[in-house]
């Protein structure tokens, strides 16, 4: 079963000006993660504004990502996952999600708790108990401020102990519950991945025995999350320290106006392919945009 640690990319969905999706420039970013040496990409979360995208044009994004990542893989000999996003608040709709990203040559279903409905305890531990029947590795995603309802270390345990549920991306916030999860589950599954889903939570997660992050910041800054990542993984947190306090006040600007709304603008400012948002998200704010810039110069990106 594969291993997750290391840097990821949450990538955004690039936009064309009349608002559909900028293929060519998703490829082109999806290129950039893999050349600046990023561990994995994972389309089709929050970052990439999915639930605004139509199934068709998911599609062709899982299909660049795969093919992109297969291109580099065997012309450096690695291997770089593609972790795609597959959740849904209907288990239905999240198999069938799964199905395709697995039918199309992902590596990982990135599964996020159901949203809205606010379902028990068991019926989250159903709900992925579904899904990772499909076959294809899955990682939980905990964020309790989007979805309503955090899982609990308690549900996670149990759903580590299924077949196919290989770690969770945890951006609850709360980094003693993240901690329980080390202590409890990586004791009996070692191979657990536990990544964090907050920047600027990244380094003290790997500090208590973490994995890595889910990355926001590295849609624009790839090399140096990585950078800061392994250097931590490697136990040396004396240089991982120096780049994350470089970084630290971006971590903050990135997410100053909401998320993807603030990493498009950092990214479309600094010249690189993002384009728009698709409503109900909406440009950042005149004074977010100075907090943006401001910390791009402050951390000199």
Same mark, same amino acid.
């Given at each position: 079963?594969?291993?997750?640690?290391?840097?990821?990319?949450?990538?955004?969905?690039?936009? *064309?000006?009349?608002?559909?999706?900028?293929?060519?420039?998703?490829?082109?970013?999806?290129?950039?993660?893999?050349?600046?040496?990023? *561990?994995?990409?994972?389309?089709?979360?929050?970052?990439?504004?999915?639930?605004?995208?139509?199934?068709?044009?998911?599609?062709?994004?899982?299909?660049?990502?795969?093919?992109?990542?297969?291109?580099?893989?065997?012309?450096?000999?690695?291997? #770089?996952?593609?972790?795609?996003?597959?959740?849904?608040?209907?288990?239905?709709?999240?198999?069938?999600?799964?199905?395709?990203?697995?039918?199309?040559?992902?590596?990982?279903?990135?599964?996020?708790?159901?949203?809205?409905?606010?379902?028990?305890?068991?019926?989250?531990?159903?709900?992925?108990?579904?899904?990772?029947?499909?076959?294809?590795? #899955?990682?939980?995603?905990?964020?309790?401020?989007?979805?309503?309802?955090?899982?609990?270390?308690?549900?996670?345990?149990?759903?580590?102990?299924?077949?196919?549920?290989?770690?969770?991306?945890?951006?609850?916030?709360?980094?003693?519950?993240?901690?329980?999860?080390?202590?409890?589950?990586?004791?009996?599954?070692?191979?657990?991945?536990?990544?964090?889903?907050?920047?600027?939570?990244?380094?003290?997660?790997?500090?208590?025995?973490?994995?890595? #992050?889910?990355?926001?910041?590295?849609?624009?800054?790839?090399?140096? #999350?990585?950078?800061?990542?392994?250097?931590?993984?490697?136990?040396?947190?004396?240089?991982?320290?120096?780049?994350?306090?470089?970084?630290?006040?971006?971590?903050?600007?990135?997410?100053?106006?909401?998320?993807?709304?603030?990493?498009?603008?950092?990214?479309?400012?600094?010249?690189?392919?993002?384009?728009?948002?698709?409503?109900?998200?909406?440009?950042?704010?005149?004074?977010?945009?100075?907090?943006?810039?401001?910390?791009?110069?402050?951390?000199?990106?």
């Amino acid at each position: 079963m594969i291993k997750l640690r290391g840097a990821f990319t949450a990538m955004v969905t690039p936009m *064309n000006a009349d608002g559909s999706v900028d293929y060519e420039g998703f490829r082109k970013n999806v290129i950039f993660q893999l050349e600046s040496g990023i *561990n994995g990409i994972a389309p089709l979360g929050t970052t990439g504004e999915t639930p605004c995208l139509e199934e068709s044009e998911e599609e062709v994004m899982i299909k660049i990502a795969v093919e992109e990542a297969k291109k580099y893989n065997e012309k450096t000999g690695k291997k #770089v996952p593609v972790v795609i996003g597959t959740g849904s608040n209907c288990t239905k709709d999240a198999v069938r999600y799964a199905e395709r990203a697995k039918k199309l040559g992902a590596d990982v279903a990135l599964v996020v708790t159901p949203y809205y409905n606010k379902p028990s305890d068991e019926g989250v531990f159903r709900h992925f108990e579904a899904v990772a029947k499909v076959g294809i590795p #899955v990682l939980v995603y905990n964020i309790q401020g989007r979805t309503g309802k955090n899982i609990s270390t308690s549900i996670l345990a149990r759903l580590a102990d299924l077949p196919n549920v290989i770690g969770v991306k945890e951006a609850s916030g709360n980094i003693n519950q993240m901690m329980e999860v080390i202590e409890k589950i990586k004791s009996k599954h070692p191979d657990f991945s536990v990544l964090s889903g907050d920047d600027g939570l990244t380094l003290p997660l790997i500090g208590v025995g973490g994995d890595g #992050v889910v990355s926001v910041v590295s849609n624009l800054a790839p090399s140096l #999350v990585t950078e800061m990542v392994t250097d931590a993984l490697d136990g040396n947190f004396a240089e991982a320290r120096k780049i994350h306090y470089r970084l630290l006040p971006f971590f903050k600007a990135a997410f100053v106006d909401g998320n993807p709304t603030s990493i498009k603008y950092a990214m479309n400012y600094k010249g690189m392919t993002a384009g728009a948002v698709r409503l109900p998200l909406v440009e950042v704010t005149d004074e977010a945009k100075k907090v943006i810039e401001k910390a791009l110069k402050d951390c000199n990106l």
